[in-house]
């Protein structure tokens, strides 16, 4: 039933509004630098086998993303609260954990501003890096941020598309050798694997859709059904984007370029996409990682901060906007002041977060199996739940075998 004063299809609309909104806040925040920079890296390094990690951190998005939406919207609680009730104590742990690496996260996409803007207009990252950081805080400073940053991340991803499509079209990839690697892998590597899946559904973004969908008031059993599609939709648009983007420079690396990954500045992503295509090439890659880090910035930022009402629980929209522009601020100060280089940032803060995953992860499903009480009388879906509680324990695995070399990618 509409509300009073609306029409069915004002609610209709509005309804249709918010899921686009939590699912491409969700779908770009999972295609940001972080995974350009971690494409590039790890492509050359494997060449067509990355394709096995690309379809694994795929098919745990559906996973992850699946549980955590549902559950999100049928208990119409934020991830620290459901926390909190299903194991008390645990929701201020998991927000303590979101927010540093969101930080961390933060840190780099103003690093990847900053290489955007250096590869578009030969502009000092660091001066780059603030232009993107102080756009961002113009957003939520703004009346009406919600729907500023809505448009932003509409306009973004859609600039995003065309140009990844592009690149791959001109780089000319070996898809069938792709393909068959996708499923027959030469070689498996953890690390790798654990990195790409932190780098698109760890730390803040596993969260950054389904508090979208919170605040814009599409909780509730009988919204599960467009909650879903809202979800698939979005890892479908996530997973064509790593996909294509992995065959752009796959393209490059089968032609026998070489990428440098040596150097404190490398760049691997701009070199490929300079190969494909030449200096419009690099300059079209700067407008790519452009609008991948203010996506990026803007998600990290919003879900980051919707973790503090862990702590204040009365915490309005107007005080969450504020707290947001000191976190991106605080993340441009430490960017400004940081001497790790921005693509090797971006490669270690996705397997951070792919450490962190498996923790929040653990927690949603525990209150989906034992907890019926939060549900609010909502029959869970055993497949689903079997499904989380294998992808919990995959990730565990790989964490495990993943932490040594991911602190070591310091080091790059």
Known sequence: ???????????????????????????????????????????????????????????????????????????????????????????????????????????????????????????????????????????????RAGVAMDRVVFVAAFVKLALIVYAAIVSGPPVAEALRQTVLPDTIDFATITTIVGGTVGGYITYAGAHRLLDRGMGGVENIAAVNRAAFSGIAITGVL????????????ASGVAIDLSGKAANPAGQAFRAAAGNIGFRLFG??????????????????????????????????????????AFSLICYVLMTTPPAAMLVFVGGLNGLVLPIGLSIFMYAAWKRADLMNGYQYPRWLLGLGVLTCALTWYMGYKSIGPIFALLGL
């Open 1 to 143: 039933m509409a509300p009073e004063g609306a029409s069915a299809a004002d609610t209709a609309r509005k309804k249709r509004y918010a899921l686009l909104s939590a699912m491409f806040l969700m779908s770009m925040s999972a295609v940001g630098p972080g995974f350009i920079t971690q494409t590039a890296t790890f492509t050359v390094k494997l060449g067509a086998a990355f394709a096995f990690g690309i379809i694994v951190s795929i098919l745990i998005d559906f996973v992850v993303q699946a549980n955590i939406w549902r559950i999100v919207a049928v208990t119409r609680m934020r991830a620290s609260d459901i926390a909190n009730a299903a194991i008390p104590g645990s929701g201020y742990f998991l927000a303590v954990l979101v927010i540093i690496g969101g930080l961390f996260f933060n840190i780099g996409n103003i690093g990847g501003a900053g290489l955007g803007f250096n590869a578009m207009l030969d502009l000092d990252p660091k001066i780059g890096g603030a232009i993107g950081a102080l756009a961002a805080i113009g957003i939520f400073l703004s009346r």
């Open 287 to 328: 407008a790519v990682l452009l609008a991948s880090a203010m996506t990026s910035i803007i998600g990290a930022a919003y879900t980051s901060v919707s973790f503090l009402t862990a702590f204040k629980k009365d915490m309005t929209e107007r005080h969450r906007n504020f707290a947001t522009v000191g976190f991106i």
């Open 242 to 253: 790593r996909y294509i983007l992995f065959l752009a420079i796959l393209g490059v690396v």
